[in-house]
Protein backbone atom coordinates (compact mmCIF):
# COMPACT_ATOMS: atom_id res chain seq x y z
CA UNK A 1 0.00 0.00 0.00
CA UNK A 2 2.78 2.09 1.06
CA UNK A 3 4.70 1.43 -1.87
CA UNK A 4 1.46 2.14 -4.36
CA UNK A 5 1.00 5.89 -2.91
CA UNK A 6 4.68 6.85 -3.54
CA UNK A 7 4.72 5.46 -7.18
CA UNK A 8 1.26 7.50 -7.51
CA UNK A 9 3.06 10.59 -5.84
CA UNK A 10 6.07 10.27 -8.27
CA UNK A 11 3.54 10.46 -10.96
CA UNK A 12 1.98 12.99 -10.55
CA UNK A 13 5.31 14.93 -9.63
CA UNK A 14 6.46 14.18 -13.04
CA UNK A 15 3.00 14.62 -15.04
CA UNK A 16 2.91 18.34 -12.69
CA UNK A 17 6.12 18.71 -14.28
CA UNK A 18 5.85 17.85 -17.86
CA UNK A 19 2.95 20.02 -17.77
CA UNK A 20 4.70 23.11 -16.40
CA UNK A 21 7.79 23.14 -18.86
CA UNK A 22 5.06 22.85 -21.66
CA UNK A 23 2.47 25.47 -20.49
CA UNK A 24 2.40 28.81 -22.18
CA UNK A 25 0.56 31.51 -20.33
CA UNK A 26 -1.08 34.85 -21.54
CA UNK A 27 1.06 38.18 -21.70
CA UNK A 28 1.00 39.97 -18.94
CA UNK A 29 -0.87 37.20 -17.31
CA UNK A 30 -4.51 39.18 -18.88
CA UNK A 31 -7.22 36.94 -20.42
CA UNK A 32 -9.26 38.27 -22.66
CA UNK A 33 -12.67 36.55 -23.41
CA UNK A 34 -16.75 38.04 -23.93
CA UNK A 35 -19.60 35.96 -24.52
CA UNK A 36 -22.79 37.38 -25.05
CA UNK A 37 -25.78 37.04 -28.12
CA UNK A 38 -25.11 39.72 -30.12
CA UNK A 39 -21.06 39.53 -31.04
CA UNK A 40 -20.21 41.22 -34.26
CA UNK A 41 -18.38 39.00 -37.22
CA UNK A 42 -14.38 39.67 -37.97
CA UNK A 43 -14.58 40.10 -41.49
CA UNK A 44 -12.10 37.21 -41.56
CA UNK A 45 -12.34 34.61 -44.19
CA UNK A 46 -9.93 31.68 -41.98
CA UNK A 47 -11.50 31.40 -38.58
CA UNK A 48 -9.86 28.31 -37.17
CA UNK A 49 -7.37 25.76 -37.97
CA UNK A 50 -7.50 22.76 -35.49
CA UNK A 51 -7.48 18.93 -35.19
CA UNK A 52 -10.44 17.19 -34.96
CA UNK A 53 -9.88 15.20 -31.61
CA UNK A 54 -12.39 12.57 -29.85
CA UNK A 55 -11.82 14.22 -26.44
CA UNK A 56 -12.95 17.51 -26.26
CA UNK A 57 -12.97 20.18 -22.93
CA UNK A 58 -11.70 23.93 -22.21
CA UNK A 59 -7.82 22.75 -22.58
CA UNK A 60 -6.13 23.87 -25.84
CA UNK A 61 -2.87 22.23 -26.82
CA UNK A 62 -0.64 23.85 -30.01
CA UNK A 63 1.71 22.44 -32.16
CA UNK A 64 4.31 24.26 -32.38
CA UNK A 65 7.82 24.63 -33.98
CA UNK A 66 11.22 25.78 -31.62
CA UNK A 67 11.57 29.20 -33.39
CA UNK A 68 7.72 30.47 -32.34
CA UNK A 69 8.13 32.95 -29.58
CA UNK A 70 4.89 34.83 -29.74
CA UNK A 71 1.60 33.29 -30.63
CA UNK A 72 -2.09 34.89 -30.91
CA UNK A 73 -4.67 32.70 -30.21
CA UNK A 74 -8.66 33.49 -30.96
CA UNK A 75 -11.36 31.32 -30.19
CA UNK A 76 -15.28 31.89 -31.67
CA UNK A 77 -17.88 29.58 -31.67
CA UNK A 78 -19.64 29.15 -34.94
CA UNK A 79 -23.12 31.21 -33.49
CA UNK A 80 -20.95 33.86 -32.60
CA UNK A 81 -22.05 34.15 -29.24
CA UNK A 82 -17.87 33.20 -27.23
CA UNK A 83 -14.82 35.19 -28.67
CA UNK A 84 -11.42 35.21 -26.92
CA UNK A 85 -8.19 36.96 -28.33
CA UNK A 86 -5.08 36.67 -26.15
CA UNK A 87 -1.30 36.55 -26.76
CA UNK A 88 0.45 34.09 -25.56
CA UNK A 89 4.48 34.26 -24.60
CA UNK A 90 6.11 31.11 -25.88
CA UNK A 91 9.68 31.72 -25.94
CA UNK A 92 10.55 30.67 -22.28
CA UNK A 93 9.09 26.88 -22.66
CA UNK A 94 11.84 24.93 -22.34
CA UNK A 95 10.19 21.96 -23.34
CA UNK A 96 11.26 20.08 -26.35
CA UNK A 97 8.03 18.26 -27.09
CA UNK A 98 5.99 19.84 -30.08
CA UNK A 99 2.84 19.95 -28.37
CA UNK A 100 2.57 22.75 -25.93
CA UNK A 101 -0.32 23.58 -23.48
CA UNK A 102 -2.31 26.94 -23.42
CA UNK A 103 -3.58 28.17 -20.01
CA UNK A 104 -6.94 28.83 -21.12
CA UNK A 105 -8.80 30.16 -17.62
CA UNK A 106 -11.92 30.69 -18.98
CA UNK A 107 -15.17 31.65 -17.13
CA UNK A 108 -17.70 29.94 -19.54
CA UNK A 109 -16.15 26.38 -18.89
CA UNK A 110 -19.28 24.59 -19.66
CA UNK A 111 -20.30 26.96 -22.52
CA UNK A 112 -16.86 26.22 -23.63
CA UNK A 113 -17.62 22.42 -23.12
CA UNK A 114 -20.41 21.76 -24.76
CA UNK A 115 -19.39 23.11 -28.06
CA UNK A 116 -18.68 20.33 -30.61
CA UNK A 117 -14.98 20.53 -32.84
CA UNK A 118 -17.24 21.99 -35.61
CA UNK A 119 -18.81 24.31 -33.57
CA UNK A 120 -15.53 25.82 -32.22
CA UNK A 121 -12.96 27.78 -34.02
CA UNK A 122 -9.34 27.76 -32.77
CA UNK A 123 -7.03 29.76 -34.43
CA UNK A 124 -3.00 29.89 -33.27
CA UNK A 125 -1.05 32.45 -35.63
CA UNK A 126 2.76 33.65 -35.14
CA UNK A 127 2.94 37.13 -33.92
CA UNK A 128 1.15 39.64 -32.04
CA UNK A 129 -3.22 39.54 -31.93
CA UNK A 130 -2.61 43.39 -32.31
CA UNK A 131 -1.25 43.12 -35.96
CA UNK A 132 -2.31 39.98 -37.86
CA UNK A 133 -2.19 39.71 -41.68
CA UNK A 134 -2.16 35.83 -41.91
CA UNK A 135 1.24 35.06 -41.21
CA UNK A 136 1.99 31.65 -40.00
CA UNK A 137 -0.61 29.65 -38.96
CA UNK A 138 -0.40 26.82 -36.22
CA UNK A 139 -2.52 24.11 -35.33
CA UNK A 140 -4.22 23.62 -32.14
CA UNK A 141 -6.51 20.67 -30.83
CA UNK A 142 -8.39 20.59 -27.36
CA UNK A 143 -6.74 16.97 -26.85
CA UNK A 144 -2.91 16.08 -26.79
CA UNK A 145 -4.00 13.34 -28.91
CA UNK A 146 -4.47 13.93 -32.39
CA UNK A 147 -4.13 10.08 -33.99
CA UNK A 148 -6.22 9.30 -36.84
CA UNK A 149 -7.52 12.90 -37.49
CA UNK A 150 -8.61 15.25 -39.35
CA UNK A 151 -7.86 19.01 -39.95
CA UNK A 152 -10.25 21.29 -39.79
CA UNK A 153 -10.13 25.09 -41.42
CA UNK A 154 -13.40 26.67 -40.69
CA UNK A 155 -14.30 29.08 -43.42
CA UNK A 156 -16.21 32.59 -43.42
CA UNK A 157 -17.52 31.80 -47.13
CA UNK A 158 -19.42 35.23 -47.61
CA UNK A 159 -22.46 33.14 -49.09
CA UNK A 160 -20.11 31.76 -51.86
CA UNK A 161 -18.75 28.41 -53.11
CA UNK A 162 -15.21 27.49 -51.38
CA UNK A 163 -12.32 25.71 -52.47
CA UNK A 164 -9.09 25.13 -50.69
CA UNK A 165 -5.55 23.22 -51.53
CA UNK A 166 -2.32 23.15 -49.23
CA UNK A 167 1.09 22.66 -51.34
CA UNK A 168 4.41 22.27 -50.53
CA UNK A 169 7.12 22.03 -53.30
CA UNK A 170 5.32 20.23 -56.01
CA UNK A 171 2.79 17.95 -53.77
CA UNK A 172 -0.63 19.36 -54.05
CA UNK A 173 -3.58 18.46 -51.33
CA UNK A 174 -6.81 19.38 -52.03
CA UNK A 175 -8.84 19.96 -48.62
CA UNK A 176 -12.58 18.51 -48.76
CA UNK A 177 -14.77 21.65 -48.14
CA UNK A 178 -18.37 21.76 -47.31
CA UNK A 179 -20.65 23.95 -46.50
CA UNK A 180 -22.78 23.86 -42.69
CA UNK A 181 -26.56 23.96 -43.54
CA UNK A 182 -27.97 24.05 -39.61
CA UNK A 183 -27.57 25.83 -36.87
CA UNK A 184 -27.20 29.61 -36.45
CA UNK A 185 -23.79 30.39 -38.41
CA UNK A 186 -22.32 33.71 -37.94
CA UNK A 187 -18.95 33.25 -37.22
CA UNK A 188 -18.29 30.65 -40.20
CA UNK A 189 -20.61 28.24 -42.53
CA UNK A 190 -18.32 26.53 -44.06
CA UNK A 191 -14.98 23.88 -42.73
CA UNK A 192 -12.38 22.31 -44.99
CA UNK A 193 -11.23 19.08 -44.07
CA UNK A 194 -7.62 17.67 -45.01
CA UNK A 195 -6.51 14.42 -43.11
CA UNK A 196 -4.13 14.91 -40.69
CA UNK A 197 -2.01 12.37 -41.69
CA UNK A 198 -1.12 13.70 -44.97
CA UNK A 199 0.63 16.49 -43.42
CA UNK A 200 3.94 15.37 -42.92
CA UNK A 201 6.26 18.64 -43.63
CA UNK A 202 6.69 21.35 -41.62
CA UNK A 203 5.50 24.14 -43.85
CA UNK A 204 2.50 24.40 -46.59
CA UNK A 205 1.58 27.51 -48.12
CA UNK A 206 -2.10 27.15 -48.12
CA UNK A 207 -4.99 29.11 -50.26
CA UNK A 208 -8.86 29.73 -50.45
CA UNK A 209 -10.78 30.85 -53.08
CA UNK A 210 -14.29 31.75 -53.01
CA UNK A 211 -16.20 31.75 -56.27
CA UNK A 212 -19.52 33.41 -56.07
CA UNK A 213 -22.41 34.21 -58.77
CA UNK A 214 -19.65 33.24 -61.40
CA UNK A 215 -17.09 35.08 -60.32
CA UNK A 216 -14.08 34.37 -57.99
CA UNK A 217 -13.35 36.55 -54.93
CA UNK A 218 -9.90 37.49 -53.87
CA UNK A 219 -7.93 34.43 -52.79
CA UNK A 220 -6.95 33.97 -48.65
CA UNK A 221 -3.37 33.18 -48.29
CA UNK A 222 -1.38 32.18 -45.26
CA UNK A 223 1.05 29.62 -44.58
CA UNK A 224 1.23 26.80 -42.60
CA UNK A 225 4.08 25.59 -40.08
CA UNK A 226 4.28 22.77 -37.60
CA UNK A 227 6.47 20.60 -36.55
CA UNK A 228 7.07 17.50 -38.57
Not at 203 to 227: C, D, E, H, M, W
Amino acid sequence: MKLALITYILLFLTTFNSLSENLAVPFEGQFKEHFSSNVPVSGNVLMGAVYSTATLGNNFFLNIANDVSHVCFKVASIDGTYVSENDYNTASISATDSTILLDYPTKFTKIVNNFSNEQLAPLATTGSCSDQRYQHVLLSSRSDTVESSDVLFMVSSGRSEVFMQLKHNNVRIKANCKRLESGKRTSYDTICKVPAASLVEDKYSAQIVRRKNGRSLPPTKFTIQKSK
